[in-house]
């Protein structure tokens, strides 16, 4: 059973940095697509990075040049750095995996798409002015 945990959320001024991560189980997700995703309440879910089993990422126009994913294979757990936070940044995170190599080709592809089958349960980050 695959068990996706995510850690490392918080209350941070803006300009401020977190990094959070997420711990992976049930199966080695290091030659697999990983994301992160991000809900603000009202908001719809938005796709934030994406790290492809090659190691290739894309972001969000949003949070390039200050959000970096990255996964350890050893530790089986992927992170996002986030740095220059802005209040606009407020939102849960959650991660995901998607059993393919390839990531899907857009940020917003979810289970909907039938992408980003497996989820974790979300950690909170508010930033705040």
């Known amino acids: 059973q695959v068990q996706l945990v995510e850690s490392g959320g918080g209350s941070v001024q803006a300009g401020g940095s977190l990094r959070l991560s997420c711990a992976a189980s049930g199966y080695t997700y290091g030659s697999y697509c990983m994301g992160w995703f991000r809900q603000a309440p009202g908001k719809e879910r938005e796709g934030v990075a994406h790290?492809?089993?090659?190691?290739?990422?894309r972001y969000a126009d949003s949070v390039k040049g200050r959000f970096s994913i990255s996964k350890d294979s050893a530790k089986n757990t992927l992170y996002l750095q986030m740095n220059s936070l802005k209040p606009e940044d407020t939102a849960m995170y959650y991660c995901a995996a998607d059993l393919s190599a390839l990531c899907p080709d857009s940020l917003t592809a979810g289970p909907e798409s039938g992408d980003f089958g497996d989820w974790g349960q979300g950690t909170q980050v508010t930033v705040s002015k």
């Open positions: 790290i492809a089993g090659d190691g290739s990422t």
